[in-house]
């Protein structure tokens, strides 16, 4: 069993800037894709960002040249750098993590139905509130 904590997410201003942090403990075997989620009131679940074993990474439009994801040099640590952050960011942000091949294809070339099930391992979240 894989355990994902996320960490980081608080309220800034506008334009402002925040760096989330997801740490993976317990079972970890082998490589694992991971990405960042986010939910926003009324809206479905969004993927925000994504990044496989060979460090390849992909972003949702709405954040493109905003956020940067990466990974700490042992992989057990994610981090989603958020820039120029606008009111439209508020949401709930969850660190996701995949080892099966193909769900990880799906996950970094954004092919999933629906995340919550398709993905194994998942945090509880952290709220960012940008005003």
């Known amino acids: 069993h894989v355990q994902l904590v996320e960490s980081g997410g608080g309220q800034v201003q506008t334009g402002g800037s925040l760096r989330l942090t997801c740490v993976a403990s317990g079972d970890i075997i082998g490589r694992y894709c991971m990405g960042w989620f986010r939910q926003i009131p009324d809206r479905e679940l969004e993927e925000v960002a994504a990044?496989?074993?060979?460090?390849?990474?992909t972003y949702g439009d709405s954040v493109k040249g905003r956020f940067n994801i990466s990974q700490h040099n042992d992989k057990n640590t994610l981090y989603l750098q958020m820039n120029s952050l606008k009111s439209e960011d508020t949401a709930t942000y969850y660190c996701?993590?995949?080892?099966?091949?193909?769900?990880?294809?799906?996950?970094?070339?954004?092919?999933?139905?629906?995340?919550?099930?398709?993905?194994?391992?998942w945090g509880q979240g952290t709220q960012v509130t940008v005003s």
């Open positions: 990044i496989d074993t060979d460090d390849y990474t």
């Open positions: 996701a993590a995949e080892r099966d091949l193909s769900q990880c294809h799906k996950l970094v070339f954004r092919l999933l139905d629906s995340p919550l099930n398709e993905l194994k391992h």
